[in-house]
Nanobody, 112 residues
């Protein structure tokens, strides 16, 4: 069955970096766009960005543009979210999404 397993979250200070990973299985990963979403406490889930099937193009929410980068390795069935210059408002649970499935979410906390 389709499965997405996210990892890489944690606690980081403002200005720091984290890289999230999401390993996919159960579908032809290389033919699907993949997205990252996040949900802050008390807020609705929002789209962070999407990468196309071959990694040649990605788009981002204005709030993360220039700080976050989505990439993928189709040989490893993995999509990544590189987060730099993190801010407290980036705190939340981050989810990968693809093939109509959600990953289980990984917590990112940005705090001094």
């Amino acid at each position: 069955q389709v499965q997405l397993v996210g990892s890489g979250g944690g606690l980081v200070q403002p200005g720091g970096s984290l890289r999230l990973s999401c390993v996919a299985s159960g579908f032809t990963f290389s033919t699907f766009p993949m997205s990252w979403y996040r949900q802050a406490p008390g807020k609705e889930r929002e789209l962070v960005g999407t990468i196309n099937y071959d990694g040649g193009r990605a788009n981002y929410a204005d709030s993360v543009k220039g700080r976050f980068t989505i990439s993928r390795d189709n040989t490893k069935n993995t999509v990544y979210l590189q987060m730099d210059n993190l801010k407290p408002e980036d705190t939340g649970v981050y989810y990968c999404y693809g093939a109509l499935r959600w990953g289980q979410g990984t917590q990112v906390t940005v705090s001094s």
